[in-house]
């Protein structure tokens, strides 16, 4: 059974930092890529920031400069560190992982539970 559980959501003052953590834990092959989406009340879950397997990213354009994607693939453990927050970036946080768990090429996506991270004065 694969599992993906996230740390590190928590309050924080707007221009403040935080960092999240995420490890899949269980029996698979590998990884392939691992992320971070996130999700308002009342609208669509967005990508956030995503890294393959190869170490590529891809950020949403509201957190370039702002986030930053790190992954330990010793650890199955992916981060996201998250400075200058605005409170516009409030919202449950999700991590996703596509792990190869029955398949040596293809993936299936798990999902975490989601952490809130929440900024405000």
């Known amino acids: 059974q694969v599992q993906l559980v996230e740390s590190g959501g928590g309050l924080v003052q707007p221009g403040g930092s935080l960092r999240l953590s995420c490890a899949a834990s269980g029996s698979f092959r590998g990884i392939n890529s691992m992320g971070w989406y996130r999700q308002v009340s009342g609208k669509q879950r967005e990508l956030v920031a995503l890294?393959?397997?190869?170490?590529?990213?891809n950020y949403a354009d509201s957190v370039k400069g702002r986030f930053t994607i790190t992954r330990d693939n010793a650890k199955d453990t992916v981060y996201l560190q998250m400075n200058s927050l605005k409170p516009e970036d409030t919202a449950v946080y999700y991590c996703?992982?596509?792990?190869?768990?029955?398949?040596?090429?293809?993936?299936?996506?798990?999902w975490g539970k989601g952490t809130l991270v929440t900024v405000s004065s």
């Open positions: 996703n992982a596509n792990i190869r768990d029955t398949s040596i090429y293809y993936g299936n996506d798990y």
């Open positions: 890294m393959t397997s190869g170490g590529s990213t």
